[in-house]
């Protein structure tokens, strides 16, 4: 544990350094206020704050600049949490207050406000489909070989796809099979469709069960939406890096393990190589859960640079995950 004046140290190092992305010098946090120690105390005690892993020096003419080991200590002990300012609060109230439509377009605009206050990437994941009930679904005949069959589900998704059927296929049985399913769907999850019961006409029993199949491939994976990648371009100077950063932030399947496994760790602050994606190790990434009615139907996060304003991107996440629940949470009464 770090005494006070390490902390505070440290601390002002941190601050400074997330503001100027420059390695501070001592002489430069004697003169800041709450210091109130001279520059070569400072300087002794940022020798053992790099020994002791909390700082690094890039060269040996330069100042010091935080590791991980630093970030996590600061983040730990913040002595107050971030606030929204009032700007970036009223933008928040007045998206969520006007926005409307489909939930897969909430959620992208979410993520683009989430990168534009946060000045991050952001991530976006939505609610399974699956485990949503059904509010309504319908069979609609398109042609002699196609239908189209169309779900709304409780928490705002709306799902529609086409169907191959018989040409043969009369428009009284695509009606019976249209009514069948929204008398025994509705109410009910994709997920309990093979408790499906009968119609009493075979045929019309297989169009219902070709119906629910189609759309049991498409539901089960959630949403997921990244936006502010160009934000990460500026945040690094190396090409490589950030052509790495966006390579990974393009493939799905890692953003979600990454933001699922944060939770599960019980974290809202992953620093640089604690979250385990490689090409992400100069990365922070700070997520909370969007939770209704006590279950969790989805994660929001920000990822930036491991200087980013903590503070800041924590209230953020905070705000916007509860305004998101509120929102989906109407959505669902």
């Known amino acids: 544990m770090l005494d ?9 190092v941190v601050q400074e350094y997330i503001t100027t992305a420059q390695p501070v010098g001592s002489t430069h946090i004697a003169d800041l206020p709450g210091v109130r120690v001279s520059s070569a105390t400072v300087r002794n005690e940022m020798a053992v704050l790099e020994q002791e892993g909390y700082l690094a020096q890039p060269h040996t003419s330069a100042g010091r600049v935080p590791t991980d080991k630093g970030y996590r200590f600061f983040v730990d002990h913040m002595t107050t949490p971030g606030r929204l300012d009032t700007a970036a609060t009223q933008r928040v109230g ?3 207050d006007t926005a409307h439509g489909r939930l897969e377009e909430l959620l992208h605009q979410t993520t683009n406000l989430l990168a534009q206050v946060t000045q991050h990437a952001a991530v976006v994941v939505g609610p399974r489909a699956e485990t ?9 005949g398109l042609s002699a070989r196609h239908a189209m069959v169309v779900a709304v589900f409780s928490n705002g998704t709306i799902d529609s796809q086409t169907i191959d059927i018989d040409s043969d296929m009369s428009d009284v049985r695509i009606s019976a099979a ?12 994709i997920d309990q469709a093979d408790k ?31 936006g502010g ?24 399947y890692v953003v979600v393990s990454l933001v699922r496994d944060i939770l599960d ?24 859960p969007v939770v209704v009615d006590g279950d ?29 629940a509120k929102r989906l949470g109407e959505g669902a009464a």
Not at 178 to 189: C, P, T
Request: glycine residues 8%; charged residues 20%.
């Open 4 to 12: 006070d004046r390490k902390t505070s140290i440290l601390r002002a």
């Open 94 to 96: 007045t998206f969520f």
């Open 132 to 140: 949503a009930t059904v509010r309504s679904v319908q069979i609609v």
């Open 178 to 189: 249209s009514a069948h399913l929204q008398s025994a769907m509705v109410g009910h999850s």
């Open 196 to 226: 499906l019961r009968s119609s009493g006409d075979p045929v019309v029993d297989a169009l219902c069960n070709l119906a629910v199949g189609t759309l049991r491939k498409t539901v089960g994976d959630e949403s997921v939406f990244v």
């Open 229 to 252: 990648a160009s934000s990460m371009a500026r945040a690094f100077d190396a090409v490589d890096t950030v052509r790495e950063v966006l390579r990974t932030l393009e493939q799905q």
């Open 265 to 288: 760790r019980g974290l809202t602050v992953a620093i640089g190589a604690e979250h385990g994606v490689e090409p992400l190790a100069l990365c922070s990434v700070v997520v909370a």
């Open 296 to 324: 969790q139907v989805g994660t929001i996060g920000v990822l930036g640079p491991t200087r980013m304003d903590y503070p800041q991107a924590l209230a953020t996440v905070e705000v916007v995950s509860d305004r998101l």
